[in-house]
């Protein structure tokens, strides 16, 4: 009986740790908006240094990278927006308003409004896509690229368009998700639903109910490719800045086969980790691991 109650006593100490944590991380995070072509776009930030940029994919907002801003705010300046469309954001109408151009731009006008004319930066899966688009469209702003889960677009493309493609049927979500009236079937509590703290899913809920689902599904109806789909042959612009990726290889909507051949649209060095058991939302799933990695590859790059 005694070693039982000891046994509750640690967790019960070992949660108001964590809380306390938590709570003195946020308190340590100030808030801000950028100005993008009269959209404002918050973010936020902690720490002191080279700025990192953090951006986040679906549905998430910029609470997501709360373990990375942690662990990386004693060498650098670490700010994580919430994309146009979700929580604090504005959220213009209209799917156009979520052209990848403008996703773009928004991350100048952060690096922008924090005083900077160039950034590390990283992005998760919507997040990952505009991470690439800059730094291939803006090699003189990229410092480094850290992606986490989504692999180059050459190569969702490529197994997108494969004969009998299982990276096709397991985007059949992307493909509901550009139907017309799409949202009509998301609910902030359904969207928060891969949160597994619930305090946490607590503040996720309350972010998605500032959020548009109108505007998330614009995300896919503007950017997501549409069958039939077809292998990118374009001419190559590769990512002049040295690249760190992250693969959760438990992801069911991101494929890890669209992972090769990432090497010949890179100039400089790639560093990829896959992470068995982890899933699509790696920077979660396998927090610890991602964080310290990061920490190591910036530190020798």
């Known amino acids: 009986m005694t070693s039982r109650w000891l046994g509750v006593a640690g967790v019960l100490c070992l949660s108001m740790g964590l809380a306390a944590a938590e709570s003195d991380f946020e308190s340590k995070v100030t808030h801000g908006y950028a100005d993008s072509r009269g959209v404002k776009i918050h973010y936020a930030s902690v720490g002191r240094g080279p700025l990192i940029v953090m951006i986040h994919g679906f549905p998430d907002f910029w609470y ?21 469309g979700y929580n604090l954001s504005d959220k213009p109408s209209g799917q156009k308003n979520y052209d990848m151009a403008l996703l773009v731009a928004d991350v100048v006008a952060v690096i ?11 992005g998760h899966d919507w997040g990952g896509a505009v991470a690439w688009q800059f730094a291939m469209h803006l090699p003189q702003m990229t ?6 889960n989504l692999p180059n677009p050459r190569g969702l493309m490529r197994e997108l368009a494969k004969p009998d ?22 609910t ?10 619930p305090e946490v ?38 990512v002049q800045a040295p690249v760190l990726m992250f693969h959760g290889l438990a992801d069911q909507y991101l494929l890890s086969d669209a992972l090769n051949g990432t090497w010949n649209w890179v100039e400089k060095d790639l560093t990829l980790v896959t992470i068995p058991g982890a899933g699509h939302f790696v920077q979660d799933d396998a927090s610890d691991l991602v964080t310290k990695t990061m920490r190591e590859w910036l530190a020798t790059h």
């Open 64 to 84: 997501t990278w709360r373990n990375q801003m942690a662990g990386l705010a004693d060498r650098y300046q670490v700010v994580a927006i919430d994309q146009r």
């Open 143 to 148: 410092d480094k690229l850290i992606i986490l």
């Open 165 to 186: 493609s299982q990276q096709a049927k397991n985007s059949a979500y992307a493909r509901a998700f550009q139907q017309p009236d799409s949202e009509k079937h998301l």
């Open 201 to 238: 899913r607590t503040k996720y809920v309350a972010a998605f109910q500032r959020s548009s689902l109108t505007a998330m599904m614009d995300y896919y109806r503007q950017n997501y490719p549409r069958q039939p789909y077809t292998e990118d042959t374009s001419p190559v612009i590769k």
């Open 112 to 122: 922008r409004a924090n005083g900077r004319d160039k950034a590390i930066i990283v």
């Open 188 to 197: 902030p509590e359904l969207l928060a639903g891969w949160v597994k703290d």
